[in-house]
C-alpha cells in the first residue's frame, strides 16, 4: 500500500531523570535528507537518529526535533565566569575613577552585568543521555510511520477514484475516435473536389490511397491500448506491498505522452475537449503523486 511523505509525529521517553521528547515532521522529497535541530551535546546522535529513521521511510525530508530535559539533583549546578567577571569589574572601576564617583563598586553593580553566573557545563554521560533519547525517536518514527501509511489510504482512495474516471471517459474517446479517419476522408475530398473542379482528370485510385494514408496516420487504437495498460499497471503499483511513487511519476509521463498523441490526432472539437479534460484530470494526478513515498 502506497504510504504520505506528509505527516508529523512526536515521541517521549524518560531514563535516569532525563526525559527526551523528539518531534518529526517529513515533507515531500525525491531523495531521503534530515534536517536536526538538538542541542550541542546531543549532535554527536545525528547519525544514529537517521539510522532509525531509515528502518521505516524510504524516502522525503525529514525535520527532526530534539530536546531534552534534565532532571537531576545537579542538573542546576552553577559557575561564576571568573574572566568575564574581572573584565566587567575593571570597566566599572574606570567609569568610576574617569566620572570621580564616590561611591564604591560593589556585588549589586556586577550582578547587573549578564551571564556572570551560568549554568555548569558538567559532562553529559553519551550512554545516560542515547538511553532517553533512542526510545523517543523509536516511538516518533514508528508513529510518523502509521500516519504517513494513513494518510497513504487516503491518497490511495483518491487516486484510484481519478483512475476511474479516466478508465471510463477512455470508452468514449475511443468511441469519438473511430469516426477520425472518415472525418479526414471528407476533408480529403472537399480539398480535390475544389482543386478539380475544373477538370475531369481524377485518379481514383490515388484517392484511395491518400484516404488510406491518411487513415492510418489519424489511427488512435494503439494509444488507447498503451492507455489501458498504463491504467492496469497504475492500478497495480497502487495496490503493491511497497510504496513505490517514483514508477508511479514515470507513469504519468507515459501517460501524457499517449494523451497528446491523440490529441494531435483528434479530427473534431469534441474529442480535443475531452482528451483536454483527461489531461486535467491527469494533471490532479501528478499532483498528488508527488507526495507518494
Known amino acids: 500500500m502506497i504510504k504520505s511523505m506528509t505527516a508529523f509525529s512526536e515521541g517521549t521517553s524518560s531514563c535516569n531523570g532525563i526525559t527526551a521528547q523528539v518531534t518529526i515532521r517529513s515533507y515531500n522529497s525525491r ?4 534536517a536536526f535541530y538538538a542541542p550541542e551535546h546531543c549532535q554527536p546522535f545525528e547519525e544514529e537518529i537517521k539510522k532509525i529513521i531509515q528502518k521505516r521511510h524510504q524516502r522525503g525530508r525529514f525535520e527532526v526535533r530534539l530536546s531534552i530535559l534534565d532532571e537531576r539533583k545537579d542538573a542546576d ?5 571568573d574572566p568575564r567577571v574581572a573584565s566587567f569589574y575593571t570597566a566599572l572601576k574606570k567609569i568610576k575613577d574617569d566620572l570621580n564617583l564616590s561611591e564604591e563598586v560593589g ?3 556586577i550582578l547587573t552585568g549578564r551571564n556572570m553566573i551560568v549554568p555548569s557545563c558538567k559532562e553529559q554521560d553519551s550512554r545516560q543521555l542515547w538511553a532517553a533519547v533512542s526510545p523517543a525517536v523509536e516511538t516518533a518514527s514508528e508513529d510518523l510511520d502509521q500516519m504517513r501509511r494513513q494518510e497513504g489510504k487516503n491518497l490511495f482512495d483518491d487516486l484510484m477514484g481519478r483512475m476511474g474516471y479516466i478508465e471510463e471517459n477512455l470508452k ?3 468511441e469519438k475516435a473511430a469516426g477520425i479517419p472518415d472525418v479526414y476522408k471528407m476533408r480529403l475530398m472537399e480539398r480535390i473536389n475544389r482543386l478539380t473542379a475544373d477538370t475531369d482528370l481524377i485518379d481514383p485510385v490515388r484517392i484511395c490511397q491518400e484516404a488510406a494514408m ?3 496516420k489519424s489511427d488512435v487504437s494503439e494509444e488507447i491500448v498503451r492507455l489501458r495498460s498504463h491504467i492496469q499497471l497504475f492500478k497495480e503499483i497502487l495496490a503493491a506491498d511497497e510504496s513505490q511513487g517514483r514508477k508511479l511519476n514515470f507513469m504519468i509521463q507515459e501517460f ?3 494523451f497528446n498523441t491523440i490529441g494531435s490526432k483528434a ?3 469534441r474529442l480535443s475537449h ?3 479534460d483527461m489531461k486535467s484530470e491527469l494533471e490532479k494526478i501528478r499532483e498528488q503523486v508527488q507526495n507518494v513515498e
Open 214 to 216: 491518411l487513415a492510418d
Open 172 to 174: 468514449g474517446i475511443e
Open 107 to 109: 556585588i549589586s553593580h
Open 256 to 258: 501524457n505522452r499517449e
Open 77 to 81: 549546578l552553577f559557575e561564576v565566569d
Open 267 to 269: 479530427g473534431n472539437a
Open 274 to 276: 475531452q482528451v483536454v
Open 31 to 34: 531523495h531521503m535528507d534530515m
